[in-house]
């Protein structure tokens, strides 16, 4: 039987799907997962536009507009940008290393379904009486004066839950990036994105945490009767603000990196040129992370935490824009000199560079601390942010699409309806964000659900409105291409854009399950590229071939995620009815239980014969 | 450390080995000899009343401190070979937490 | 080298949690857990000081603790920290006897810091130190229970190891899963360590 | 391709003119059109950055621009192969130090600025000096209340400040955090519910009477669902009417209300509304027992609940369904239904309630 390319029914399929432990098909789940958490997380944004578009409009009023805002901030950042970031970081990173997998195949599994079931978890508040309304960033008093309903309760166990899930993720491609990588593949020739990957994954390890025993902190006061944030017990505030945004800002930072690293690919690929002061953007992409840690409290200059403060972390603020100005120009400079294509992740490349730097400017001029007290929680800071996220994160998950979709599912995206989407997309980002600095600069907060005539914001936010819905066409055309070319797109080469440079693009497209036949030996910055300079068509190999190791899929990832779902809902509601608790410690033992499975079942993973490798190799050949 | 040999002679590279590891044992009881010593001065500090608190918070950090990198050094191994990236992701979780703990010291106020 | 192969002392290599790349793996990304535990234990500990005065009428620090049983519970979990340094002594001589025996001692010596940690609590809340009481109650249960259930936690992870593996020996496929869960032991010995300096004794000297 | 980059870029160009030639917003609600010290000193912190923005973008739009139209890979080229260039020393170092000093010019005025603001000495001085104003500010969910305490009196909605003078503020808040803004005035400091916070600000006189004798507040931080509602105004006033102002706030005895209709709303006043609102502005009750706006001179105020325009009609929607115009506010549900007479004579009497 060959364990490596088989027809499946339907019912195969997906269970090969709930216990794959192989990082593409995993890709595939963030992809899908991600995507979805993406358009609900992009309808909740249009409905706050449709909302906004006039004043004193009565689409959704007071709380429920709290609760679209803050399921749209969280969507977009915890299971939107996040988990797509991590499909291309699972799609890519193991093979442009020369690995045959992740370090740990099982935990990527139980990282990806802990997100999963984190994000069910959350979205389950819209049916149950109400979503989280305290914002993504969720200020304790707030949050622990909307007791209403279970909203927050919501956010905290489900944020939780896929943190946990985060976490695991960003061990495991520590390990992967240290541990795997084929011979002759150091650190200072490893490709931008993983060292972008790499980064953001120390940034996750560090960050999460405090996010963790925020989230902690949080619950116990809702559920619990802790009083951490409760000033009349001694509790305070403050403490939350401040382990929200020790993790929030690094986590910014954790979104842009890869969203930078795929755009060095990206224009290095369609320059045809190396990336320009290599070893200064990997030095700068530490810095940013290295500074990312000391800068959280920029979110925080009104607070009152006093000029001494204020002034050491606005200073240490700015001190960002230097490394990211290096990275700035050295994409640049890739391209001075180059051959240029424009292709249509290129578009988006390139469409990022004003794009990220008019939002990288605004940050500057927010982190100067004084002017700040005025732009602090107006639309200039939704101006700004959106600046950076879309025009940095959106377009780098765009271009990423556009680019690896070949890679990862053997089939090109038709390139007219790429680009038409970009132009949708690029004109309604622009359209939609760029009025929102006025908008904030005249005085208008942020987070309102309404706002009254003849204040000056009418104008303004209508066409910020119809911006949006130039992003939503843009993302509809985008889903039309991919079902139309999925039906009949045109097949794609390994080297799918010809002028591949790194790993991926030296094995066939989708890769074989093993990546590849044989682990390659690596000869320089851009390995493939290196050995196309020299005439030659494969990679030269660094060992014999023979059986290749892999590892067994499982259903525990899937159980054990499933097990804090259920346990999840016990201890919301565990204060007001008879079964929470049990349910809740139900919930553990199924998690627990799967834990202790897992220890006590050997999994040694099975071969893969030589013979087979060979046949199928010799099957890509042919094809 | 290295405790990696190769004489080629799997008898001879056994007893090196074994004694290497009883040096290292060896090493280890005397860490936690003198972290049980600590630990009994620390406990002596705060007992006794004369000392200020400006003394005795400082110091007792201090034999912490000490007590903590025995544990990582001699206990964890930290110091070996091949123990480069522990260190350096150990190192920067003590960086966050100093950080941490310095912000939440002065910049939380009531 | 085949994972489940017998070994002898002999063919038992030097460093034999990381002799395979599965090993490798595990210790590393373990460590690399370690680093990220620091920073969420930092955090528990920075909140604790923040709150650590604020009683809300309740007891005190300085009121509540008591000097003797701080310093058993150290003292058992300090001596279960070299015991299970002792279990990997012999786990690197290749005697899985006394690895199990020195295991089996870290255990009890575990289980009786816990016994002694819940009677703790138990008197605590007799003294009307709660948890809900005020803000420095939550954080001292947060931070110590946190603590505590990663003892808890070890404990059963050492158990199962131990259990499992009882009728098989050492072999290349457990030996990384000992050795990196008595990392997990030293590490709560570390944070055992701040613990009773930062919250016992501080609290102490008021 | 660039050829619509560029034309797209021009286009929003025009817009951001187009948008500047259109005024800076409304001058009793923009922070562009500062109206006091405070205010300008962040203008002018805007200014320089934006200068300093502005700059950058045009160097690297400069670049950009050239880069994608004269690098662009024409037919014939495809097979080109241009050389791999590793990194230029001269030119990193360039690009390190020129916005290293960029980043200077700015740091040095806002660290300045940001300890000039923050010098509210004088509120702190064991004997203050009669004449410096302080306020304070207390945050409740969706209303705000402002008390003198040096001059023993309380309002809410409405604050009333002197003048071309520094004016020093105490804020709370006192369920959860809001923020107090006053966007021409200068920047917003949030009122915590742990702790005071203190700023100061100065109303222009000028700037005052070009905005019409009125500043908009605003809560700035999300408080719950009529967090868009939280609004407040400001009135300055010459010293010395405010003086005056201040004198008939103390002066302001019990309103002696004649009208028989206002005299019952009286009637239904002190039986449903006066445990949470107090007709005197000299109010000693602590302040947990002020759950609601002080109304003493609810009929000099120019809005209703923050957001209504001053009027009998509107006055009327609020008592009858508060909840339809500010959603989650507090006063919701805690007195029965009102018939329309009932709803009369309250409006009669709430109307009476002046002190000017
Ligand atoms: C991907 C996300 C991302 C990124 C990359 C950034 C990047 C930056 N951000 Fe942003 N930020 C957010 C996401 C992001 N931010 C979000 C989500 C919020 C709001 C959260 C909330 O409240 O809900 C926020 C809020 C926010 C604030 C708080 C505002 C407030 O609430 O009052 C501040 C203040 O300092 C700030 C600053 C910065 C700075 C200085 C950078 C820098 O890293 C930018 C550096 C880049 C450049 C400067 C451009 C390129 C450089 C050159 C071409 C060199 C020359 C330049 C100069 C000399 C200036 N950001
Ligand atoms: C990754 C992060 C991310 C992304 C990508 C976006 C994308 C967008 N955001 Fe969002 N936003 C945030 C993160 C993000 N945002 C955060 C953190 C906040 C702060 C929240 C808070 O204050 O707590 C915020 C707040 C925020 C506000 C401020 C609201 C307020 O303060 O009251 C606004 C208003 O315009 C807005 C708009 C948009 C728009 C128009 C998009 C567009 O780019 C979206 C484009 C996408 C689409 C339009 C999708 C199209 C969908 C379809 C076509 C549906 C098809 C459906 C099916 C097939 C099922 N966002
Ligand atoms: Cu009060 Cu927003
Ligand atoms: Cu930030």
Known sequence: ?623 | MANQTNSGNERIDLMYRRRKNAEEMRHQVIAFVLMILLTLIAFAAVGYEEFSHWFVIPFILLLAGVQVAFQLYYFMHMSHKGHEFPALFMYGGVLVMLVLVWAFSTVIWW | MHVEEKLTAETFPAAPERATLEGKNKFLGFWLFLGGETVLFASLFATYLALKDKTNGGPSAEELFQMPLVFMMTMLLLTSSLTSVYAIYHMKNFDFKKMQLWFGITVLLGAGFLALEIYEFYEYVHEGHKFTASAFASAFYTLVGTHGAHVTFGLFWILTLMIRNAKRGLNLYNAPKFYVASLYWHFIDVVWVFIFTVVYLMGMVG | MNKGLRNWRLFSLFGMMALLLAGCGKPFLSTLQPAGEVAEMQYSLMLLSTAIMVLVIVVVAIIFVYVVIRFRRRKGEENKIPKQVEGSHKLEIIWTVIPIILLLILAVPTVSATFKLADVKPMNDKNRDKDTVVVNVRANLYWWEFEYPDYGIITSQDLVVPTDEKVYFNLIASDVKHSFWIPAVGGKMDTNTDNKNQFWLVFDQEATDKAGGIFYGKCAELCGPSHALMDFKVRPLPRAEFDAWVEKMQNAKKPVVTDPVAKQGEAIFNKSCIGCHAVSPVDQRPEQARTAPNLANFADRETIAGILEHNEENLKRWLKDPEGVKPGNKMTGTYGQLTEEQLDALTKYLMSLKVE
């Open chain 1, 1 to 623: 039987m060959s364990t490596i390319a088989r027809k499946k029914g339907v019912g195969a399929v997906l269970w090969d799907y709930l216990t794959t432990v192989d990082h593409k098909k995993i890709a595939h789940l963030y992809l899908i997962a991600g995507g979805f958490f993406f358009l609900l997380g992009g309808l909740e944004a249009l409905f706050i536009r449709i909302q906004l578009a006039k004043p004193n409009s009565d689409f959704l009023v007071g709380g429920l507009y709290n609760e679209v805002l803050t399921m749209h901030g969280t969507t977009m950042i915890f299971l939107a940008a996040m988990p797509l970031l991590f499909a291309f970081m699972n799609a890519v990173v193991p093979i442009q290393i020369g690995a045959r997998d992740v370090a740990f195949p099982f935990l990527n599994a139980l990282g990806f379904w802990l997100f999963f079931f984190g994000g069910l978890f959350l979205n389950c508040s819209w049916f149950l009486g109400g979503a989280p309304d305290a914002g993504w960033t969720s200020y304790a008093s707030l949050a622990l004066d909307s007791k209403a309903h279970h909203g927050v309760d919501f956010y905290t166990l489900g944020l939780q839950i896929s943190g946990f899930g985060t976490l695991i993720a960003g061990i495991n491609f520590l390990v992967t990036i240290i541990n795997m990588r084929a011979p002759g593949m150091t650190f200072m020739r490893m490709p931008m994105f993983t060292w972008a990957t790499f980064v953001a994954s120390a940034l996750i390890l560090f960050a999460f945490p405090p996010l963790t025993v925020a989230l902690i902190f949080l619950m116990m006061d809702r559920l619990f009767g802790g009083n951490f944030f409760n000033p009349a017990a001694g509790g305070n505030t403050i403490i939350w603000e401040h382990l929200f945004w020790v993790f929030g800002h690094p986590e910014v930072y954790i979104l842009i990196l890869p969203a930078f690293g795929i755009f060095s690919e990206i224009f290095a690929t369609f320059s045809r040129k190396r990336l320009f002061g290599y070893s200064s953007m990997v030095f700068a992409t530490v810095l940013i992370a290295f500074f990312g840690f000391m800068v959280w409290a920029h979110h925080m200059f009104t607070v009152g935490m006093g000029p001494i403060a204020n002034a050491i972390f606005a200073v240490a603020t700015m001190a960002i824009a230097v490394p990211t100005g290096i990275k700035i120009f050295n994409w640049l400079f890739t391209m001075w000199g180059g051959s240029i294509q424009f292709t249509t992740p290129m578009y988006y490349a390139v469409a990022f560079i004003p794009s990220f730097v008019m939002g990288g400017v605004t940050g500057v001029m927010l982190a100067s601390a004084a002017a700040d007290y005025q732009y602090h929680d107006s639309y200039f800071v939704v101006a700004h942010f959106h600046y950076v996220i879309v025009g940095g994160v959106v377009f780098a998950l765009l271009a990423g699409t556009h680019y690896w979709w070949p890679k990862m599912f053997g089939r090109m995206l038709n390139e007219t309806l790429g680009k038409i989407t970009f132009w949708l997309f690029f004109i309604g980002f622009h359209l939609t964000f760029f009025i929102q600095h006025f908008l904030g600069l005249t005085g208008m907060p942020r987070r309102v659900f309404t706002y009254l005539p003849n204040q000056g914001w009418e104008t303004g936010n209508l066409i910020s409105t119809v911006g949006a819905f130039f992003m939503a066409a843009a993302t509809v055309i985008l889903l039309i291409n991919i079902v139309i070319t999925t039906a009949k797109g045109e097949k794609a080469a390994g080297d799918a854009w010809g002028d591949g440079r790194t790993l991926e693009w030296a094995v066939s497209s989708p890769p074989p399950v093993y990546n590849f036949a044989q682990t390659p030996l690596v000869r320089g910055l851009d390995a493939l590229w290196v050995e196309k300079m020299e005439g030659k068509k494969e990679l030269t190999p660094a060992e014999p071939l023979g059986d290749i190791h892999m590892p067994n899929p499982s259903f525990l990832p899937f159980v054990m995620s499933f097990g804090l779902f259920i346990a999840a809902f016990g201890f919301t509601y565990h204060q007001e009815t008879a079964w929470g608790l049990p349910v809740g410690i139900i919930g553990l033992l199924i998690t627990f239980g799967a834990m202790f499975l897992r220890s006590i079942i050997d999994d040694h993973g099975f071969h893969i014969h030589k013979e087979e490798v060979l046949e199928f190799e010799k099957k890509e050949a042919n094809a």
